[in-house]
């Protein structure tokens, strides 16, 4: 096992090193959830200052023309370039469930023949909970959930698209991205991808894998903030087919021609639907930059380093890690299956160690390589050895649940 002494050499040569201070982290704070929520880069406060002080305070509305109206569009193309997207088939706009309705009752729309999309039982809830509201919203459609293995085999003549999350938000399980979109392609269906816990987790082709479309948050790993806008990605061969059924203004071709008719705009600007929230976008924008400097490619090999010392330690304390030990099959976190892991992880937030809690027994960790070291991994397993050895998990506050785990 790593030792402080080891953890201190391995951190002192880590070229990721210098981001750390780019953020705001708070004193004795070891944060293991920015896969929940990314803490917030530095550059973000002056830069919101700007937005609100000038921007918004000064300009008043002249800034929608110096600026604000191109953000979804520019935020959209520097994404692209960590999720390797062309910078015109990416837009950032509402939320990652918004988003995936857009995405799904457009590709519903596209084959009256194909009318049923497939998804994982266990996907993450608001992509089922969509996937419900989206047949809902289409005459004849239906939704197929299928347990992970079988999600391939479920697909058919009448499917019109397969709905899955990349890297699973509980387990850390990763879909091959490549043989997965081929399968569905095979069988003529298209798919559509979650990537709130891939972007900005390791790096992603998605071009290379032929992918149609994708959605992702923006307040997990590309560290946002609290709501972030979310984006989407539609491949370029599939934006003069596919429309967006929140056929809103914003995805107007004239906007501001203030036409009765709705007239669908060309490439991603289709798939904007109301006013762009500025503010959110200049937080956002600020977190992107900071990964834009950064290499994933490294903070990838990293994260898989953080992986092998968290789990490591896992195993010494008799955890059931529950994420797969190759690094080719999994995401950037970490998660152990513990019968206490509600209390465990509140016994943690109380030491300093900020976790989460995923229902009904799993305690997940998040290793976000631009501000997380390996001496942060060895003291949240201090931590974690005394809380699970002294029993102090079991104090009757560490039970109390709060709306938010
Ligand atoms: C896989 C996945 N999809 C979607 C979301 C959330 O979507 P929204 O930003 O619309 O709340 C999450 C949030 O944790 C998630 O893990």
């Given at each position: 096992m790593m030792t402080r002494e080891d953890a201190r050499a391995r951190d002192a040569a880590d070229?990721?090193?210098?981001?750390?201070?780019?953020f705001a982290l708070p004193e004795g704070v070891i944060y293991l959830d920015g896969n929940s929520l990314g803490p917030l880069p530095l550059s973000a406060v002056p830069a919101l200052a700007d937005c609100v002080e000038r921007q918004w305070g000064d300009r008043l509305i002249r800034s929608w023309n110096e600026g604000w109206i191109e953000a979804p569009r520019r935020l959209g193309g520097k994404i692209a370039r960590l999720i390797g997207a062309q910078a015109h088939e990416v837009i950032v706009a509402d939320s990652t469930s918004a988003n995936l309705f857009k995405a799904l009752v457009a590709a519903l729309n596209r084959d009256p023949a194909r009318r049923t999309i497939v998804s994982e039982?266990?996907?993450?809830?608001t992509d089922l909970h969509i996937a419900e509201g989206a047949i809902g919203c289409v005459p004849g459609a239906s939704l197929r959930a299928v347990p992970r293995e079988a999600v391939l085999d479920a697909l058919g003549s009448d499917t019109a698209v397969l709905l899955l999350t990349h890297v699973h938000y509980k387990t850390a399980e990763r879909f091959d991205l490549g043989a997965i979109t081929q399968g569905a392609h095979d069988a003529g269906a298209l798919v559509l991808w979650d990537f709130s816990h891939s972007a900005g987790a390791l790096p992603i082709d998605l071009n290379s894998a032929n992918a149609d479309l994708a959605v992702g948050c923006g307040?997990?790993?590309?560290?946002?903030?609290?709501?972030a806008p979310a984006w989407l990605f539609v491949a370029e061969r599939w934006h003069d087919t596919l429309g967006n059924p929140l056929s809103g203004w914003m995805g107007?071709?004239?906007?501001?021609?203030?036409?009765d008719r709705y007239r669908p705009a060309s490439?991603?600007?289709?798939w904007l639907t109301g006013t762009p929230p500025i503010l959110g976008l200049a937080a956002l924008e600020a977190g992107v930059d900071l990964w834009l400097e950064a290499s994933l490619d490294t903070a990838w090999a990293k994260s898989q380093a953080l992986f092998d010392t968290m789990a490591a330690i896992g195993d010494s304390l008799g955890l059931a890690c529950v994420s797969p030990r190759d690094a080719g099959r999994r995401g950037s976190h970490i998660s152990f299956r513990h019968p206490d892991a509600h209390a465990l992880c509140q016994a943690l937030i109380a030491r300093g160690v900020i976790g989460d809690f995923r229902a009904p027994d799993i305690l997940r960790l998040g290793l976000t390589p631009l501000y997380i070291g390996f001496e942060d991994i060895v003291r949240a397993g201090e931590i974690l050895a005394d809380i699970l050895q002294s029993g102090s998990y079991r104090a009757p506050i560490f039970s109390k649940r709060h709306a938010v785990t």
């Open positions: 070229p990721l090193r210098p981001f750390r201070a780019r039982l266990g996907n993450f809830h307040y997990k790993y590309l560290n946002g903030g609290p709501g107007h071709a004239a906007p501001f021609a203030f036409e490439g991603m600007d289709r």
